[in-house]
């Protein structure tokens, strides 16, 4: 009487990792995300790729994700395994607001972006 078990949303020798929210708004994250898709993912967080600037912290962390996903989850050779896609997505916008003349108030909106990596293993048998 249980549910059927949910399909995988990516291929078999594949894997990818969502976090919550990053605080970083994705108009600044997308151009990071759009620069080379292709890039070993074996090479550490200290490569050129998704790592560049002040969202450092997240987007390492992201990789990390995914790489741990492929290789607990899914049993895929970590030293295999190359960025197959990157992209950025919005996520909530906190409103936050200032005083201003005149009674008024100025709204303040800081978006914060989704970021989702998908791993994918090349070479050798999935």
Known sequence: MSKDKNPR???DNEAMAKPACCALSPQKAEPRCA???W???GQGPDGPYLLQKADRSGREKCL???IANAENNHNLDVD???VAEAWVGKNMTLKRGRPRARGRFGKI???LQR???L???VGGAS
């Open 119 to 121: 791993v994918r293993q």
């Open 115 to 117: 970021v989702t990596i």
């Open 80 to 82: 295999e395994l190359i």
């Open 39 to 41: 890039q070993e993912s």
């Open 35 to 37: 620069t080379d898709p």
């Open 9 to 11: 949303r990516v291929a």
């Open 109 to 111: 909106m800081k978006p």
């Open 64 to 66: 990390q994700s995914a």
